[in-house]
């Protein structure tokens, strides 16, 4: 009997399909080792979930604590009793099995809900109010999928997600899955299904592709061995799952594409590919040949001007999502008449509660004032949409105005948009700070650098006041703002 389709399968289609056909055949001994903050996201969720019903002022029937068949049980005898209030029930078919957080009467039947330590609504900002979250659509479109087959739907009432702003939104399963893609919610999640399904019964096979989940995944080693062995096209930056299945039908491998003739596909400013166009192909095609090339070089293409300042200064935040608190704000300073001397200077909110919070930006934001003139380096946009987002939480520290002049283009650079991603190409698979500064012969002072790492660590150093925790933290955010410096000499050389 074939394993059922869950909300965590579905989760995990959407986020990478080769997962879901790893999971359901892969070796298990290949797998790597969960990491710390995997879970923490799971922990978080839970507790979470806890925190949230233990606010309930109504009565409800909690089944958390019993064992799947039990749970199954006295979910469905519940419900036929038409209990108000289901807490961690489970409810089945042959081929579908759901574990919602909450199911609830209404009228005549019921809805699913889940409660979510994040948002329930993506996209947010002053030109728009948002969308729903298709990860969290295709769960709840399971279990309405559940409750319909089982008789027990209410009809004309819409699923839900309780989420950390203690919303409860909605979620319209006929609304559009996305602008370019004609499907409603419901039949994505159908079409989902479907596929993964297909791969269950070993009627459709696919392929690991290199994208950002990977990095979370506990299959990520066996599957950048098996792409780096087939020279996968997707290790190419900016090249994923659906160009690569686009172009493969010509270019197998990142060799093929490098060595090609692109004038049997490209056709004036068009391509043979479905939103592909002649200079992405050819973009995608230098890439290629710098990965195939042996000893190959980073390159501009197209010139650049670097700021001139007599004070050089390189930003960067940490922040918990979990949380929506910045806690962390971090500057390296370095003046022109001393280029071999860098001081760190940095604001750590101890406790991510608002006063915290709202100290570490103030401070950091009068640090800024008194290094006037300089120029700020930054690496990505999210630097200065923390700092809208700051400036928003507490007006009285700054104006939106003086938010903007921080990063005017005369004082301020992204080291990303503007200058790695625009105007190089590198020999890399990828374009993150750690990769380049990795690439120039920079290292971080801890074994498993990253930002994902950082939030884990800040949670454990809220819970036990480890001063060892505050100090991995700070060293590692200390290297970050190291790096971008390593990146813009290099970047200079390369210039000249």
């Given at each position: 009997?074939?394993?059922?389709?869950?909300?965590?399968?579905?989760?995990?289609?959407?986020?990478?399909?080769?997962?879901?056909?790893?999971?359901?055949?892969g070796?298990?001994?290949?797998?790597?080792?969960?990491?710390?903050f995997?879970?923490?996201?799971?922990?978080?969720?839970?507790?979470?979930?806890?925190?949230?019903?233990?606010?309930?002022?109504?009565?409800f029937?909690?089944?958390?604590?019993?064992?799947?068949?039990?749970?199954?049980?006295?979910?469905?005898?519940?419900?036929q009793?038409?209990?108000?209030?289901?807490?961690?029930?489970?409810i089945?078919?042959?081929?579908?099995?759901?574990?919602?957080?909450?199911?609830?009467?209404?009228?005549?039947?019921?809805?699913?809900?889940?409660?979510?330590?994040?948002?329930?609504?993506?996209?947010?900002?002053?030109?728009?109010?948002?969308?729903?979250?298709?990860?969290?659509?295709?769960?709840?479109?399971?279990?309405?999928?559940?409750?319909?087959?089982?008789?027990l739907?209410?009809?004309?009432?819409?699923p839900?997600?309780?989420?950390?702003h203690?919303?409860?939104?909605?979620?319209?399963?006929?609304?559009?899955?996305?602008?370019?893609?004609?499907?409603?919610?419901?039949?994505?999640?159908?079409d989902?299904?479907?596929?993964?399904?297909?791969?269950?019964k070993?009627?459709?096979?696919?392929?690991?592709?290199?994208?950002?989940?990977?990095?979370?995944?506990?299959?990520?080693?066996?599957?950048?061995?098996?792409?780096?062995?087939?020279?996968?096209?997707?290790?190419?930056?900016?090249?994923?799952?659906?160009?690569?299945?686009?172009?493969?039908?010509?270019?197998?491998?990142?060799?093929?594409?490098?060595?090609?003739?692109?004038s049997?596909?490209?056709?004036?400013?068009?391509?043979?590919?479905?939103?592909i166009?002649?200079?992405?192909?050819?973009?995608?095609?230098?890439?290629?040949?710098?990965?195939?090339?042996?000893?190959?070089?980073?390159?501009?293409t197209?010139?650049?001007?670097?700021?001139?300042?007599?004070?050089?200064?390189?930003?960067d935040?940490?922040?918990?999502?979990?949380?929506?608190?910045?806690?962390?704000?971090?500057?390296?300073?370095?003046d022109?008449?001393?280029?071999?001397?860098?001081?760190?200077?940095?604001?750590?909110?101890?406790e991510?509660?608002?006063?915290q919070?709202?100290?570490?930006?103030?401070?950091?934001l009068?640090?800024?004032?008194?290094?006037?003139?300089?120029?700020?380096?930054?690496?990505?946009?999210?630097?200065?949409?923390?700092?809208?987002?700051?400036?928003?939480?507490?007006?009285?520290?700054?104006?939106?105005?003086?938010?903007?002049?921080?990063?005017?283009p005369?004082?301020?650079?992204?080291?990303?948009?503007?200058?790695?991603?625009?105007?190089?190409?590198?020999?890399?698979?990828?374009?993150?700070i750690?990769?380049?500064?990795?690439?120039?012969?920079?290292?971080?002072?801890?074994?498993?650098?990253?930002?994902?790492?950082?939030?884990?660590?800040?949670?454990?150093?809220?819970?036990?006041?480890?001063?060892?925790?505050?100090?991995?933290?700070?060293?590692?955010?200390?290297?970050?703002?190291?790096?971008?410096?390593v990146?813009?000499?290099?970047?200079?050389?390369?210039?000249?």
């Amino acid at each position: 009997m074939n394993t059922p389709v869950t909300a965590s399968t579905l989760y995990n289609y959407v986020q990478c399909p080769h997962r879901v056909q790893l999971d359901f055949f892969g070796d298990p001994s290949q797998k790597d080792r969960i990491s710390a903050f995997v879970q923490l996201l799971w922990e978080r969720g839970n507790a979470f979930e806890r925190e949230t019903m233990e606010k309930l002022d109504v009565p409800f029937a909690d089944l958390r604590s019993f064992e799947p068949p039990e749970k199954e049980y006295r979910t469905l005898r519940l419900m036929q009793q038409g209990e108000k209030i289901i807490d961690g029930g489970r409810i089945r078919t042959d081929t579908l099995l759901g574990e919602p957080d909450l199911l609830v009467r209404k009228g005549s039947g019921y809805v699913a809900g889940d409660i979510k330590s994040g948002a329930a609504i993506e996209g947010v900002d002053d030109e728009t109010d948002g969308k729903l979250k298709k990860h969290y659509a295709i769960q709840l479109a399971l279990y309405t999928d559940i409750l319909s087959q089982l008789g027990l739907l209410s009809p004309d009432q819409l699923p839900f997600i309780w989420d950390v702003h203690g919303q409860e939104v909605d979620y319209d399963l006929e609304a559009s899955a996305a602008k370019r893609d004609g499907r409603s919610l419901w039949n994505y999640y159908e079409d989902c299904l479907k596929t993964v399904l297909r791969i269950q019964k070993r009627d459709e096979q696919t392929l690991p592709a290199l994208c950002s989940v990977c990095k979370l995944c506990h299959w990520r080693s066996h599957c950048r061995a098996r792409l780096n062995r087939d020279d996968d096209l997707t290790l190419i930056p900016e090249l994923g799952r659906a160009k690569r299945d686009a172009l493969s039908p010509f270019f197998k491998t990142v060799r093929d594409l490098a060595r090609s003739d692109l004038s049997g596909v490209v056709k004036g400013q068009k391509t043979s590919f479905p939103r592909i166009s002649a200079k992405t192909i050819r973009r995608f095609q230098a890439r290629a040949r710098l990965l195939a090339t042996s000893g190959a070089r980073p390159y501009f293409t197209e010139a650049i001007v670097f700021p001139d300042a007599d004070r050089e200064i390189f930003f960067d935040v940490e922040t918990d999502p979990m949380r929506d608190c910045c806690y962390l704000h971090g500057f390296l300073e370095r003046d022109k008449s001393n280029p071999n001397r860098e001081k760190y200077y940095a604001f750590f909110a101890d406790e991510p509660n608002e006063e915290q919070e709202r100290k570490a930006f103030e401070q950091a934001l009068d640090y800024l004032k008194s290094r006037r003139p300089c120029v700020v380096y930054y690496y990505s946009h999210y630097e200065k949409t923390t700092l809208r987002k700051l400036q928003k939480r507490f007006p009285d520290i700054a104006s939106e105005a003086e938010i903007q002049r921080l990063f005017s283009p005369t004082s301020a650079m992204d080291l990303y948009t503007d200058v790695v991603r625009k105007k190089t190409e590198w020999p890399t698979h990828d374009y993150s700070i750690k990769t380049s500064a990795t690439y120039l012969g920079f290292k971080w002072r801890d074994k498993e650098p990253s930002g994902a790492a950082t939030i884990e660590w800040y949670h454990r150093w809220v819970e036990t006041g480890d001063i060892r925790l505050r100090q991995r933290i700070m060293d590692y955010h200390e290297d970050d703002c190291i790096a971008m410096r390593v990146l813009l000499d290099g970047l200079r050389d390369l210039a000249r």
